[in-house]
């Protein structure tokens, strides 16, 4: 045992992976969730028979090498039992009867991206190129961005030569990219990457940054790849728990964190509520948030630091997310549906306000609905102020209707085939899930807040420390494992010079 007691804040992924690291490495760990059960945004709820997961429903890193594989083997555990997304994603564009298949296997992925984007391959080939550099680098665990001397020298030690061939392409988006090979002017490939990076950056092509994108849009294509999770996400969240209290860590589930306090620059610990209403503080030698970096700002109070404040109010909104859970017969499901769809309904609208839906459709026998039923999960990004301003009750079932019509274009859906009709808005996930306002997917990987800008998980303040998506390498169940292992490094190497 090390004999140092960690507080964790927050069991997502992200604490749930930090924590059960750290217990394994003999820290008495407490971890402590204000909702009735593990998994933030990748866990689940049951509604009559149907499984639905929150908002998270597919995983990247669980092939072989991968930061779920790797984190699973080191804490002696089996991954969960899953399949390979192909096509990770078909995408249809205001009009199209024919998907753009996102498809696993590389070559048919090229072959299909150069039939619907005619003279796109050298900017295809660009993004390979950055994607190989980057995925190398990004294998040998730098710290970014770096925050002490020892995180510089993993950083150092993790660059080789061509790791130096990505520094051109440092402050350059996606569009630069896009304009430096002549394709500003194709419509229906601009709106392809919109809508993808949507998803893994919470920005466009204008705005993402292109190391990121390079990155994200790879991930998809063997040796890697996309997962669909027998069950539901929450056996993800399952397995990390299992392990986290096979090895001593305590969970306190419906307690809050009120405050994080602090003296003489260093962490010291945290205030806590129960359910009761009951509140204490306990003592901490580390502290793990795994929040928003808005929420951080909360919990500090007037003990966070002036700049590291004024740099999160400058941060753009954050998006918030409006979803809809079905359970429908599964008569209503098209034949061979992939598992991942996108929709854009009208080039003249913009991709959120239910104007492009992603959607998740459960597979028979995946757990996740009765027998001859299954469920569709569909996703609109969407602007998280309005949520509370407006009257509330009938501008969620404005969307609900919407995205019902919407989806009926594609799923045979009526009174007969849906069984149940759920929905979350910003105001859902705020109430379960704690997140300032409701924001989902972490802050956007524009060039001033992604990688080596971004925010690291060491904090101004001495101990406390930041995982999630607000921090590199980004949203995703991958992402902030990646972080949470970062941490775990970090805390490690300060208790080893103390």
């Not at 660059?159 to 002017?185: I, K, M, Q, W």
């Not at 969407?382 to 301003?389: K, N």
Request: with cysteine; aromatic share 10%; proline share 6%.
């Amino acid at each position: 045992m090390t004999g140092k007691r960690v507080l964790v804040i927050g069991a997502g992924i992200g604490g749930l992976t930090a924590g059960a690291l750290l217990a394994q490495r003999g820290y008495s760990v407490l971890m402590l969730e204000q909702a009735l059960m593990p998994g933030g945004c990748a866990s689940t709820f049951k509604r009559q028979g149907f499984t639905f997961d929150v908002g998270a429903t597919q995983v990247a890193g669980l092939e072989p090498g991968g930061i779920h594989h790797r984190i699973f083997a080191e804490l002696e555990i089996d991954p969960p039992a899953a399949t390979p997304c192909d096509p990770a994603c078909a995408v249809y564009l205001p009009g199209e009867t024919e998907p753009i298949s996102v498809w696993r296997d590389p070559e048919k992925w090229k072959a299909e991206r150069q039939r619907q984007f005619p003279g796109s391959e050298p900017f295809w080939q660009l993004l390979a190129d950055l994607f190989r550099y980057s995925w190398a680098f990004q294998g040998r665990d730098p710290v970014l961005p770096p925050r002490s001397t020892w995180d510089l020298l993993q950083l150092v030690k993790a660059v080789r030569p061509n790791t130096l061939l990505t520094l051109p392409h440092t402050f350059s988006t996606v569009g630069d990219a896009l304009r430096g090979y002549g394709l500003e002017g194709d419509r229906r490939l601009k709106t392809f990457l919109d809508m993808q990076l949507k998803l893994y950056s919470q920005v466009d092509t204008d705005e993402t940054a292109l190391l990121y994108a390079a990155t994200a849009l790879a991930v998809s294509q063997e040796p890697h790849g996309l997962f669909h999770l027998q069950g539901s996400m929450q056996t993800l969240s399952d397995r990390l728990l299992a392990a986290f209290e096979r090895d001593g860590g305590k969970l306190l589930l419906r307690h809050t964190v009120k405050q994080i306090h602090t003296q003489n620059g260093g962490v010291t610990g945290v205030t806590i509520r129960n359910q009761k209403g009951e509140m204490w503080t306990e003592s901490a030698d580390h502290v793990v948030a795994n929040v928003t970096v808005q929420n951080l700002m909360q919990l500090l109070g007037d003990e966070a630091p002036k700049g590291y404040q004024q740099r999160v109010e400058k941060l753009p909104p954050s998006s918030g997310a409006f979803v809809i859970y079905l359970g429908v017969e599964q008569s209503a499901i098209p034949a061979d549906c992939p598992p991942h769809l996108q929709f854009l309904y009208d080039y003249d609208g913009a991709i959120a306000e239910n104007n492009s839906l992603f959607v998740s459709v459960s597979e028979p026998d995946d757990g996740r609905a009765p027998n001859g039923k299954a469920t569709i999960i569909a996703s609109s990004f969407t602007e998280t102020s309005q949520w509370w301003q407006a009257d509330y009750d009938s501008l969620k079932q404005r969307y609900i209707d919407e995205a019902i019509a919407h989806l009926s274009q594609f799923f045979k859906l009526n009174e007969q085939t849906i069984h149940l009709v759920e929905a979350a808005t910003p105001r859902t996930f705020a109430r379960y899930t704690g997140r300032d306002r409701g924001s989902v997917g972490g802050i956007g990987q524009r060039i001033p807040t992604f990688g080596p800008f971004g925010f690291a998980n060491r904090t101004p303040i001495q101990s406390l420390w930041l995982v999630g998506d607000s921090t590199h390498p980004g949203e995703g169940t991958a992402g902030v494992s990646y972080a949470a292992l970062t941490v775990v490094r970090q805390i490690k190497n300060s208790d080893q010079r103390k």
